[in-house]
């Protein structure tokens, strides 16, 4: 449960920090207001303490933060904000708990991936994960079957365009029976 409000905390720090440029992009992508919101969409600031230095002073221990993988150490045992400079993209369990992130980096910079995700934790194993399962289970249940997109863009502007029956593959990590998995753990019936 500490890691489950450790998550939800970072992703209202994320979202409070999406405005100026970060919105812009989104927009300039075609995503309309209450769609980010929907999505929790967020931002996380360049600067290495940010997030971390919210979530202590709300009282969360380094050692929750680095095991949700919001945070890493470094060899002198400080700690830094895994995400910094992306736009944010919360992941869920299928009953709508934040699990992870994935981040895109908004401004290009050498050596650092476009999009990096949230490390396999006790929350999180991303090839068992179907981004936006929360919000497409009822729509795959009526409409029996699913559309599986490649990434968590796809996948919004599928739902913004009334495709609600569409889950997106967590990055290139997925398990050949995940999908067969939340088909049963969620009586979804698309084998």
Same mark, same amino acid.
Do not use: C
């Given at each position: @449960?500490?890691?489950?409000?450790?998550?939800?905390?970072?992703?209202?720090?994320?979202?409070?920090?999406?405005?100026?440029?970060?919105?812009?992009?989104?927009?300039?992508?075609?995503?309309?207001?209450?769609? !980010?919101?929907?999505?929790?969409? $967020?931002?996380?600031?360049?600067?290495?303490?940010?997030?971390?230095?919210?979530?202590?002073?709300?009282?969360?221990?380094?050692?929750?933060? @680095?095991?949700? $993988?919001?945070?890493?150490?470094?060899?002198?045992?400080?700690?830094? *904000?895994?995400? /910094? *400079?992306?736009?944010?993209?919360? !992941?869920?369990?299928?009953?709508? /708990? !934040?699990?992870?992130?994935? $981040? /895109?980096?908004?401004? @290009?910079? @050498?050596?650092?991936?476009?999009?990096?995700?949230?490390?396999?934790?006790?929350?999180?194993?991303?090839?068992?994960?179907?981004?936006? +399962?929360?919000?497409?289970?009822?729509?795959? /249940?009526?409409?029996?079957?699913? +559309?599986?997109?490649?990434?968590?863009?796809?996948?919004?502007?599928?739902?913004?365009? $009334?495709?609600?029956?569409?889950?997106?593959?967590?990055?290139?990590?997925?398990?050949?029976?995940?999908?067969?998995?939340?088909?049963?753990?969620?009586?979804?019936?698309? !084998?």
């Amino acid at each position: @449960e500490r890691l489950y409000s450790v998550m939800e905390a970072a992703t209202i720090f994320y979202q409070e920090q999406l405005a100026g440029e970060a919105k812009e992009y989104l927009k300039k992508r075609g995503v309309k207001e209450e769609t !980010i919101k929907e999505f929790r969409l $967020g931002f996380a600031p360049e600067g290495w303490r940010n997030l971390h230095d919210t979530l202590a002073k709300k009282g969360f221990s380094d050692t929750d933060m @680095e095991k949700a $993988g919001l945070v890493k150490r470094k060899d002198a045992g400080d700690y830094y *904000d895994r995400f /910094r *400079d992306r736009v944010m993209f919360p !992941i869920t369990d299928s009953s709508g /708990r !934040i699990i992870a992130f994935s $981040g /895109r980096l908004l401004h @290009e910079k @050498e050596g650092e991936g476009k999009y990096i995700n949230t490390p396999d934790s006790p929350l999180y194993d991303k090839s068992a994960v179907l981004y936006g +399962i929360d919000k497409a289970k009822g729509e795959i /249940r009526k409409k029996d079957y699913t +559309i599986l997109v490649e990434g968590q863009m796809d996948l919004i502007m599928s739902h913004q365009a $009334g495709i609600k029956n569409t889950v997106a593959a967590s990055g290139t990590a997925l398990a050949e029976d995940t999908i067969s998995r939340e088909a049963v753990t969620n009586n979804l019936g698309i !084998i």
